[in-house]
């Protein structure tokens, strides 16, 4: 099954022979190999390169276990690397290489080649990867399909794939499983045999059972504002254990560094300025979240669709804040009082910015009032839109708020600039 995965393309496409290594992160299975040996091999034929200048070298395989020293693999690429033209160094599960550190510095130097490796276990799953070579890595993050990946892939109507897509996500190789049962079984078996025992590696854990439990707890609260001591708290009333709120926030930092979840922080409009707690926690996929829930709660389809907006604006390019506003509201005596209220996300990319509301439905004009509120309390000439599960076609309204559709908004790669 071939699928297209562009915009990661283009992003290694457009870093070529920027002298830096290109660095491929990303939570296991989720697709760097095959953008790396498959997709950007391809490129690289298409664009006229030799065979001979390509040489990919994948740890994880038997066949180069020999080279698995540094000295080893040294001595073979120097016995590839035999004339001045460019050559292509594509290395797959790097962190299996000893010093790996090491080699890649030395092969950067070299004029004549051009360095990319993926990396999948607790050290290359860091968000902090780029610190081993000292401001000389570029990186690439890749994420689960986004919406757009996964809908040619699927098949199916918009609505079939919508239904597959909020139920198990975008990992690509749910899209090889026939039955349902074989999808919930791979989802459930990605923490327990991959991710869990990564994060234990790395942070030189004991047992997997609180941390296991931590990430049940954001599954069953995920897009609500929450902090170690709200966590505290409902770690505490849910399970019946106790963490404290030092061994919450670190294992909060472990789950962002291994890619499974991504904090978004809260961001005040008016005064310019990041307020800090409480923020959210948003699944790098929903499918994985799902699979936290033992895929109990799949009716939440509002905070589902609000992780997808969130992921796929991340996966666009953007930097994704949670927006905070001022609202000046009466209380029951009939007296002024002030409320902060929130824009689910701030999208920011360079000089352009865009104000957007998850909204699954709004069915009344109060419902819509309501949404719409803390966007019309924007002074400033960014856009503002609401995305909903219950339209298709974008209108915009007296205040130039636009609304637009899910499928609209996921489908089209211009959704924003309708």
């Known amino acids: 099954m071939d699928i297209k995965r562009d915009i990661y393309l283009q992003r ?33 034929i298409s664009a006229g390169i030799d065979e001979k200048h390509i040489i990919k070298v994948s740890f994880d ?8 020293k540094a000295e080893d693999l040294c001595r073979y690429l120097d016995s590839l690397i035999n004339d001045d033209d460019m050559h292509y160094i594509l290395l797959d599960e790097v962190q299996l290489l000893e ?5 890649l510095n030395r092969y950067m130097k070299q004029p004549n080649t051009d ?19 000292r401001g000389r890595g570029d990186e690439v993050h890749i994420m689960p399909l986004s919406f757009s990946e996964y809908f040619p892939a699927h098949g199916g109507t918009f609505a079939e794939a919508w239904e597959d897509y909020t139920l198990y996500g ?3 190789n749910v899209l090889k499983l026939k039955t349902e049962e074989q999808k919930i079984s791979y989802l459930s078996g990605l923490f327990s045999e991959l991710y869990l025992v990564d994060i234990m590696e ?9 941390i296991g439990e931590l990430i049940d707890v954001l599954a069953s609260s995920s897009a609500s504002m929450v902090n170690p001591r709200k966590l505290e708290n409902t770690f505490s009333s849910v399970t019946g254990n106790k963490l404290s709120q030092v061994t919450i926030s670190n294992y909060l930092d472990y789950l962002e560094q291994a890619f499974i979840v991504k904090k978004a922080i809260r ?3 008016k005064g310019k300025k990041y307020i800090g707690t409480p923020s959210k926690y948003y699944f790098e996929d929903v499918g994985l979240m799902n699979a936290r829930l033992n895929f109990r709660q799949t009716d939440d389809t509002p905070h589902v669709m609000e992780n997808i907006i969130f992921n796929e604006l991340r996966y666009r390019g953007f930097s994704v804040d949670i927006g905070s506003v001022e609202l000046s509201d009466k209380n029951s005596e009939g007296k002024r009082k002030t409320i902060n209220t929130e824009v689910d996300f701030v999208a920011n990319m360079g000089n352009r910015r865009y104000y957007i509301q998850s909204a699954f439905s709004m ?15 924007i002074k400033d000439s960014f856009k503002k839109i609401v995305v909903v599960g219950d339209i298709s076609r974008p209108r915009r309204d007296d205040n130039g708020i636009l609304t637009i559709g899910i499928e609209t908004f996921l489908t089209r790669a211009d959704s924003l600039e309708l």
Not at 99 to 103: P, Q, R, Y
Not at 202 to 210: P, Q
């Open 12 to 44: 290694l496409i457009d870093r070529k022979h920027n002298g830096l290594v290109k660095v491929i992160t990303g939570v296991r299975r989720c697709g760097k190999s095959y953008l790396l040996f498959n997709l950007f091999y391809k490129h690289l």
């Open 61 to 68: 395989e038997p066949q180069n276990k020999k080279l698995m």
């Open 99 to 103: 010093d790996f550190e090491g080699v």
């Open 115 to 133: 360095i990319y490796v993926t990396g999948s276990n607790s050290k290359f799953l860091s968000t902090d990867v780029i610190t081993e070579f």
């Open 170 to 172: 975008g990992m690509p």
């Open 202 to 210: 790395r942070n030189g854990l004991k047992g997997v059972k609180a």
């Open 267 to 269: 961001y005040d409009i």
């Open 363 to 377: 069915p009344t004009l109060e419902k819509a009032y309501q949404e719409k509120r803390p966007l019309n309390a």
